[in-house]
């Protein structure tokens, strides 16, 4: 087999956003009938480098080729023109359309009388679903489609423009098992008709699973392109963190206290049922379950950000007023959902803002806020997790995924919880800052804090919890200690059928 010239070429290229160097030297070369995947630390500058190719930034200097043509894109537009599409983690269709709509946005076919012909529309929208074997209504508006779904219309709509390079940016991230191996089953057939596709994710299996090639990055620098059957996870890690990793999961053993979370008998029609759950100071209980078994649902509905029907929550033995956070946060629970890009943090707020958000009554009693004192509360719990001092004034949107758990876990400490309901503490994070995620966990634990996390990684939940509660279809199906807690004792509680279906 011959060399394939490359669909696409950079070559240290640079960005920068007023002082803060996005991308030093980024250069990727990827070839046609290739899936070529891209991976660094947080903050390494891939998305960055991903967003010069699909024409949201110019980049500063270096060069850019598209089969084999020199080009500089000022819009998306004029990427996509040019046959390239990116898929990010979040896609943003239009809810109130169609699918189809959505797909042909503003090249509708045209019948006669120039009116927009449907049939047509709907009849090469299933074409196109049938080629890349999925099942989805072409006629359904795409409000409250799956992530999944959204990001396969997406990749329908590329294929409808004929683009000759994907790049998927963390499309894995919020994907259900099934839905990941439908991708990936998508993307091998895209690939096997020589199409180009720029896979971004942290997790190092899918990218074993899936790319041919990888590229590493490390501070906004190229640092070396691999092929995947010469290299290994432990290889590619020391290229891209460049030191020793700490040690994850490091659950040191503390003083298990008084019972901080004491839930009793939670219900709620079709989605759990009499949940008990108990989490003391000083321990870490993991909350174990199959993606759809109801955990982040048991979690919200603790926190008070979802009703229930039944049951009780009460926190160091003082019941808790259901579906009222505020009740929550003043009993002491502090709550870091999963989606923390919707619900964690106020993506349109600088660092501080976000930190001080949550500590603010408490400062505002004593008179007025000013930023210095946002800042003096703020201050020792971003340097305690790192978070660069220069990122406090930084807005949220253009923090990488990393740092943005760091400002989470950071704005919540401020507000001195007794309980910590995590859910998923490291999904879309990098091997670096996950050992410190871990650090912190289990050091909070250790000073007492009550921490109640959810994790579909089974590591991580064995390597932390002290106990381990496994949730199936709504109901515990079992409850053990960190002895017990074998990866195949889990396993069988999180896929045994409670009782048959009435
Ligand atoms: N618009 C922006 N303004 C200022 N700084 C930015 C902007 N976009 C990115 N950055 C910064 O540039 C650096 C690289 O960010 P980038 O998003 O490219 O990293 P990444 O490798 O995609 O990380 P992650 O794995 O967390 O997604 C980070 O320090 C980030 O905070
Ligand atoms: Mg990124």
């Known amino acids: ?9 950079l070559r240290d290229v640079s960005k920068s956003f007023g002082p803060v160097v996005a991308l030093r030297s980024g250069s990727l070369r990827v070839e046609a009938g290739s899936i070529h995947a891209l ?3 947080n903050g390494a500058g891939k998305s960055t480098l991903v967003k010069v190719v699909a024409g949201v930034h110019r980049r500063d200097a270096g060069t850019f080729d598209l089969g084999g043509e020199p080009v500089d894109f000022g819009s998306t537009a004029e990427s996509k023109q040019a046959g390239v599409a990116v898929i990010y983690q979040e896609p943003t269709l239009f809810p109130d359309l169609s699918v189809t709509e959505n797909i042909f946005m503003g090249r509708q076919p045209l019948a006669r009388g120039r009116r927009i012909d449907r049939h047509a529309m ?6 196109l679903f049938d080629r890349l074997g999925v099942r989805i209504d072409p006629r359904r508006p795409a409000e409250g489609l799956s992530i999944a779904d959204q990001q396969i219309i ?3 709509k590329a294929i409808s423009l004929d683009a000759r390079l994907l790049v998927m940016d963390e499309p894995t991230a919020a994907l259900s098992g099934v839905e990941v191996e439908r991708l990936f089953a998508v993307a091998r057939s895209l690939r096997d008709e020589g199409r180009a596709l720029v896979f971004i994710s942290h997790r190092f299996d899918e990218v074993f699973a899936l790319a041919d090639t990888v590229t590493v990055m490390r501070d906004g620098e190229y640092v070396d392109t691999l092929r995947i059957d010469d290299t290994d996870v432990d290889q590619l890690v020391a290229l891209m963190v460049g030191r020793e990793v700490g040690e994850l999961f490091p659950k040191t053993p503390a003083t298990i206290g008084e019972t901080v979370l004491e839930v009793r008998g939670l219900s709620r029609a079709g989605v759990f049922h009499d949940v008990d759950l108990e989490v003391r100071a000083g321990e870490i209980v993991g909350l174990a379950g199959l993606v759809g078994a ?18 009780s929550v009460s926190v160091s033995g003082k019941p808790v007023r259901a579906k009222d956070p505020r009740a929550a946060i003043r009993a002491g629970m502090a709550f870091i959902p999963e989606d923390r890009r919707k619900q964690g943090l106020v993506i349109d707020s600088s660092v501080a803002r976000n930190v001080a958000g949550a500590i603010r009554r408490g400062i505002a009693r004593a008179g007025l806020i000013t930023t210095s004192m946002e800042n003096r509360a703020t201050a020792p719990w971003a340097s305690r997790l790192e978070v660069k001092t220069s990122a406090l004034d930084m807005h949220a949107t253009t923090m990488s995924g990393g740092n943005q758990q760091k400002v989470v876990i950071a704005k919540w400490l401020a507000t001195g919880p007794k309980l910590l309901i995590i ?3 490291t999904r879309g994070i990098d091997i670096g800052t996950k050992a410190e995620v871990h650090r912190l966990l ?3 634990a250790g000073q007492g804090l009550g921490i109640l996390m959810i994790s579909s990684e089974l590591p991580e939940v064995l390597g932390m919890a002290d106990r381990v509660v496994v949730l199936c279809e709504g109901r515990v199906t079992a409850e053990l200690g960190r002895a ?5 004792a889990v396993m069988h509680a999180a896929t045994h059928h409670p009782e048959p279906a009435a």
Do not use: C, Q
């Open 1 to 9: 087999m011959t060399t394939a010239a490359p669909v696409l070429e």
């Open 39 to 41: 991976v660094g630390e």
């Open 122 to 127: 709907y009849a090469e929208a299933e074409r």
């Open 154 to 156: 997406e990749i329908a």
């Open 294 to 311: 109801g955990r982040s649902e048991v979690a919200r509905a603790v926190f008070g950000v979802d009703a229930y029907d039944a049951g």
């Open 423 to 425: 859910d998923e503490p």
């Open 442 to 444: 289990s050091e909070l």
């Open 484 to 488: 017990d807690a074998t990866p195949e």
